[in-house]
């Protein structure tokens, strides 16, 4: 499991408003987060797709989601619906989510084939997977290291094959900033 970091440390090296830029996140439409924790994430996707829009807020964390929680009612957010279920246990609904998106989890699904059929199921035909994660490679801020251990993390080609076994059209793979990679796919 990451260390966890503060929103303001956590911009120096993963600006969640780039990755959403490259991901694309449709306004008015239904967003899954899966691996939420604190709303690092959900938040920016909850004002993206706008008060028309929803986003499901999925972590086994029942800590992590009550913050989450308490972000949103600040924010006075109210598209956000919370699921406190690991990934391999859910599709937060069948054929309604137009973006599933993953946060830097890939690696930490028990099971990450399991989950990624849970989003194909989610998602409506052509709907879009988006997977931003880790380098396999070590990750330093300055002379400390960054990231969950090198040996749990997935190099770009083994999440692409995860990611394909489980039926989706891989349409990009691409370096992200200092220390990640952003895949982009699409359900047939």
């Not at 829009?53 to 929680?69: K, N, Q, W």
């Not at 989610?122 to 709907?127: F, N, Q, T």
């Amino acid at each position: 499991m990451m260390k966890a970091y503060d929103d303001a440390e956590r911009r120096r090296w993963q600006d969640p408003e780039a990755v959403l830029d490259a991901v694309g996140v449709p306004p008015g439409g239904t967003v899954a987060d899966v691996g939420a924790g604190d709303g690092y994430f959900t938040l920016p996707i909850a004002r993206r797709v706008g008060p028309r829009g929803v986003v499901y807020a999925v972590d086994p964390s029942v800590e992590r989601l009550t913050r989450l929680h308490e972000r949103a009612e600040e924010e006075g957010l109210e598209n956000i619906r919370i699921r406190a279920v690991p990934a391999e246990e859910i599709a937060v609904c069948e054929g309604c989510a137009d973006l599933v998106f993953y946060g830097n989890c890939l690696h930490d699904f028990a099971d990450p084939a399991v989950a990624l059929r849970n989003a194909m199921t989610a998602l409506r035909p052509g709907g879009r997977l988006a997977s931003i994660d880790w380098k396999k490679e070590e990750t330093l801020s300055g002379r400390d290291p960054i990231g969950p251990p090198v040996e749990i993390r997935f190099g770009e080609e083994e999440a692409a094959g995860l990611i394909r076994g489980a039926g989706f059209s891989v349409g990009a793979i691409a370096p992200f900033g200092p220390y990640h990679y952003l895949i982009l796919a699409t359900r047939p």
